[in-house]
């Protein structure tokens, strides 16, 4: 899947502009790779297109930070000046966009050092 594929199908499924699910993307994977460790964040770097893999890149950190699903709702809403409700939905199905973008095995070991809020999070995005 490339970039503008997976831009599209958030667009589609959250109802939101191409420009603002393109923000909400990015602002997503920066917000969620605060959370992973470096490595991890090379390995999900690796199976994503490159601007996709960009947003992952800068919010890659030395620290790795402990926030839930509800935090990065905040965070993003914040970023994209989206109402809470808007980045609440676009956060959870840009981590089902992955589920289909990246290999099983990458999204088990990114759902790992999310959490259970997140996968609880994808679940409900359908």
Do not use: Y
């Not at 191409?18 to 969620?32: I, P, V």
């Not at 989206?82 to 956060?91: H, N, Q, S, W, Y």
């Not at 840009?94 to 999070?121: C, H, W």
């Amino acid at each position: 899947m490339d970039e503008q594929e997976f831009v599209r199908t958030v667009a589609e499924r959250t109802g939101l502009s191409r420009q603002e699910a393109a923000d909400l993307t990015r602002a997503t994977l920066e917000t969620l790779a605060h959370r992973l460790s470096a490595g991890e964040a090379r390995d999900l770097i690796t199976e994503l297109p490159e601007g996709l893999a960009e947003a992952v890149r800068r919010g890659t950190t030395d620290r790795v930070e402990r926030f839930g699903h509800r935090e990065s709702v905040l965070r993003v809403a914040e970023r994209t000046m989206l109402k809470e409700e808007e980045a609440d939905r676009g956060v959870r199905t840009v981590l089902a966009e992955l589920r289909e973008a990246i290999s099983e095995k990458e999204f088990n070991d990114l759902m790992s050092q999310l959490g259970a809020d997140f996968s609880q999070a994808v679940e409900s995005a359908g």
